[in-house]
């Protein structure tokens, strides 16, 4: 049972690229979501999905979008990287309901230069 | 819309002394509420969390939380840190009536540094 997952776990990206951020979990969770860490604003929620073939945007969306073809699978994709987007990602899993616990994976650190 | 503040960003605390982390919360509406930490360079794993019932909620590790109504508070307390306590602790809001659409907001953390 490997949880949460995330690849890659460091990055560099170039002003404009593109890239995708995988994230996997293998619990069978309806809940996923995508957090953005950074210094002193703690974490700020980006995309999130209730189930396969449902997603929403979250508190800063711009400049990502989300898929969720699957149960297991919640990939978060730059379009175009910008410096700003500069920023440690989290992907995180829950069964069902806002009470209970959200399972994080280890990050991925992404620098955009 | 839901916001939790939490007031300290550091807190230096000496071995084996005691600790209170303060967590304030703003909803219309009744919540959820729960502690996280995050070891350095890795994710977040949760502490405690409320959801009805006794407001003294125990977690991991010695910590303990009290949910305050009145006061909007979810305060985190360690009667003796040790030196792996030394982490960034978030406290995060959830609104218990939007049914398959809540969401999680988070604090902007408060790092605690264990002096031996």
């Known amino acids: 049972n490997a949880g949460v997952t995330q690849t890659p776990k460091f990055q560099v990206l170039k002003t404009g690229q593109s890239m995708t951020l995988q994230c996997a979990q293998d619990m069978n969770h309806e809940y996923m979501s995508w957090y953005r860490q950074d210094p002193g604003m703690g974490l700020r929620l980006i995309h999130y999905?209730?189930?396969?073939?449902?997603?929403d945007q979250g508190e800063v969306p711009n400049g990502y979008n989300v898929s969720r073809s699957t149960t297991e699978d919640f990939p978060l994709r730059l379009l175009s990287a910008a410096p700003s987007q500069t920023s440690v990602y989290f992907c995180?899993?829950?069964?069902?309901?806002?009470?209970?616990?959200?399972?994080f994976g280890p990050g991925t650190r992404l620098t955009v230069l | 819309a839901q916001s939790v503040t939490q007031l300290d960003s550091q807190v230096p605390v000496f071995e084996e002394a005691p600790v209170e982390l303060r967590c304030n919360y703003s909803s219309s509406v009744s919540v959820y509420l729960f502690w996280y930490v995050q070891y350095p360079n890795q994710g977040l794993q949760l502490l405690l969390k409320y959801l009805s019932g006794s407001t003294l909620v125990k977690g991991i590790n010695g910590f303990e939380a009290e949910f305050n109504k009145s006061q909007t508070s979810f305060h985190l307390r360690k009667p003796s840190v040790h030196i792996s306590d030394t982490a960034e602790y978030f406290c995060a809001v959830s609104d218990r009536t939007n049914f398959g659409n809540e969401k999680l907001t988070f604090g902007t953390g408060t790092r605690l540094t264990i002096i031996p």
């Open positions: 999905s209730v189930g396969a073939g449902i997603t």
């Open positions: 995180a899993s829950r069964m069902g309901l806002a009470g209970n616990e959200q399972f």
